[in-house]
């Protein structure tokens, strides 16, 4: 699955905000995916 897709169902664009179903682990391994796909774009 596309990480920004994962993003788009799971995690608020703006702050990061995580539902039930994630844990924390999976929100901030979405974070450093996102930091790394916007120093790269």
Partial sequence: MNILD???KH???C???Y???LN???VIRVRK???MLSEHS
């Fill in 15 to 17: 702050d990061g905000i």
């Fill in 24 to 26: 924390k682990a999976d």
């Fill in 6 to 8: 994962f993003e788009k």
């Fill in 11 to 13: 995690v608020h664009p």
């Fill in 33 to 35: 995916m996102r930091q």
């Fill in 19 to 21: 539902f039930e179903e």
